[in-house]
């Protein structure tokens, strides 16, 4: 049987939009604080800001 090629144009594409942007703005602004706070000795905060930013905020802004 023969393959089937698939067209060039056929191809998934990331499209990057404005909720992409705030997504990736907010992590970094997220991420930064964390550091920040982190270099001030919160022990606490600094932590969740850390994983929110780079395992939630993030990995949102590439997938969506």
């Not at 191809?11 to 992590?27: C, Q, R």
Request: glycine fraction near 10%; charged fraction near 10%; proline fraction near 5%.
């Amino acid at each position: 049987m023969a393959r089937q090629r698939q067209k060039r144009g056929s191809e998934p594409t990331l499209k990057f939009s404005k909720i992409n942007l705030w997504f990736a703005v907010g992590g970094l602004a997220t991420i930064g604080l964390g550091y920040y706070l982190l270099a001030q000795g919160s022990i606490t905060l600094a932590p969740v800001l850390l994983v929110l930013g780079y395992v939630v905020l993030l990995p949102l802004a590439i997938i969506l």
